[in-house]
């Protein structure tokens, strides 16, 4: 059975009939895969402040308080990774950008060649593969999937990974169950 995290980046009310369906994506789901999801909004997760204790002083570890280390945890035993955002001002929301900057302990700090470029070496064994889905109720939204899906795009390089899909809608969680499913 597929182990699957959803980092939920919603950051207000307005797709509430969203959320609520994500919640029994479970349930109808559930001979087919598993699912663990974490609504950013509503969980302690502090700031990457570029100190790189995670690799120097405590490797793997931010040294920060917060709850990230039960997502980092959930992410590393996952099969699929899912960032779910709104697109705000052109690109995901704060919360799901301050979950993404601390990703950076499930790698090392060594620099090795991946794919002809440099990028730091894996922590793991094996990394999650990734799913972007962007919600969002307008049609000039397009322009900006293409930036926000090359820096996802960048993420899964970076983790030894593929960004398996990246979808958008404006608040139907079939697209993405059946993203899920295609995976």
């Not at 109808?28 to 895969?33: E, I």
């Not at 955002?85 to 950076?104: E, Q």
């Amino acid at each position: 059975m597929k182990k699957i995290t959803i980092l939920n980046g919603i950051t207000d009310e307005k797709y509430i009939n969203f959320e609520d369906a994500l919640e029994k994506i479970n349930e109808r789901n559930q001979r087919k895969f598993s699912c663990e999801c974490f609504t950013l909004r509503k969980i302690n997760i502090n700031y990457c402040c570029g100190c790189w204790n995670c690799w120097v002083k405590t490797p793997g570890e931010c040294t920060q308080k917060d709850e990230m280390p039960k997502i980092l945890r959930s992410i590393i035993n996952s099969d699929l990774t899912v960032f779910i955002s709104p697109i705000l001002m052109g690109f995901s929301s704060s919360y799901l950008k301050k979950a993404t900057d601390k990703l950076l302990p499930l790698l090392h700090p060594y620099i090795g060649i991946y794919e002809n470029e440099c990028h730091h070496k894996e922590r793991y064994d094996r990394y999650p593969k990734l799913g972007l889905m962007l919600l969002d109720d307008k049609t000039n939204a397009l322009s900006d999937l293409s930036i926000i899906t090359d820096i996802y795009k960048r993420i899964s390089v970076n983790m030894r990974s593929e960004l398996a899909f990246t979808c958008i809608s404006a608040g139907n969680v079939e697209v993405l169950e059946n993203e899920i499913n295609r995976v």
